[in-house]
């Protein structure tokens, strides 16, 4: 069976598992924890840099936007799959030493668009603050490198790319802002080289190659589907006037 296919078996076979769409009850009857399968609108930002490209600081800002699902494993803890359209890359806009006039800025640009697939697992304290680990996959879909404002080739002779792939590492924080949308920060860090590079000194034509990893801090809005259950803070005008109706009653 094709591995993509066994996958989508396990995820549909776990939600209909009884009990995976119910809902765990205090004592008193109220709702405490919320397990429905929940969907996600994503969109935000992606502050990054790419380590060893011999420019330094998260200059480079691009988009993130998707969408994500949600799926509950036990009290707190649940799986998260989301398909992102990714930017990566880094940028600077001056060079680290005074240069002719006659070259054109910024000094250096790369953009490396990706799809990326995260898969999570999180932890959720109190239904306002979910903590999260995991890894992603990302295909690169798009490349566009600049030197000078002057367009790069993809293949050169000074650089080896070891594969269009992203394979990183995730650490996610996400807390609620009100009712159904989160905001979300989120590290993300290559586990393997995206590719290989090597540096000329101008001066001394001393030569030398360095591997390159993405290093991405994200910022996000999250918009939560089929959450059910939220926080009493959101809800307290609502209890407030089911008291003052049972006052009028009695």
């Not at 939600?15 to 119910?22: D, K, N």
């Not at 009712?179 to 590079?197: A, G």
Request: aromatic share 16%; with cysteine.
């Amino acid at each position: 069976m094709n591995k993509k296919w066994l996958v989508f078996f396990i995820l549909f076979a776990c939600c209909r598992i009884p009990g995976v769409l119910a809902q765990e009850e205090t004592t008193d009857g109220k709702i405490k924890v919320d397990h429905e399968i929940k969907g996600v609108l994503i969109g935000g930002v992606n502050i990054s840099q790419v380590d060893g490209d011999e420019v330094y600081g998260f200059k480079k800002v691009s988009p993130c936007v998707g969408f994500g699902g949600i799926l509950p494993l036990g009290h707190r803890f649940s799986l998260s799959l989301e398909i992102l359209y990714d930017e990566k890359g880094s940028y600077q806009k001056l060079p680290p030493s005074p240069a002719g006039d006659s070259l054109q800025l910024p000094y250096y640009s790369l953009k490396w668009s990706y799809l990326t697939a995260p898969i999570m697992v999180h932890f959720e304290d109190r239904n306002t603050w979910t903590f999260g680990l995991g890894f992603s996959w990302g295909r690169m879909v798009s490349f566009k490198e600049k030197e000078w404002n002057v367009p790069q080739e993809w293949n050169r002779d000074v650089i080896t790319y070891k594969t269009k792939n992203d394979f990183a590492v995730i650490a996610d924080l996400r807390f609620r802002i009100w009712k159904h949308l989160k905001f979300n920060i989120r590290y993300s860090y290559s586990m393997v080289p995206v590719r290989k590079r090597e540096y000329t000194n101008p001066v001394t034509f001393e030569t030398w190659s360095r591997r390159q990893y993405n290093s991405v801090i994200t910022v996000r809005l999250l918009y939560y589907f089929n959450e059910k259950y939220l926080p009493d803070r959101f809800t307290f005008k609502k209890n407030k006037d089911k008291k003052k109706r049972n006052k009028k009653e009695e």
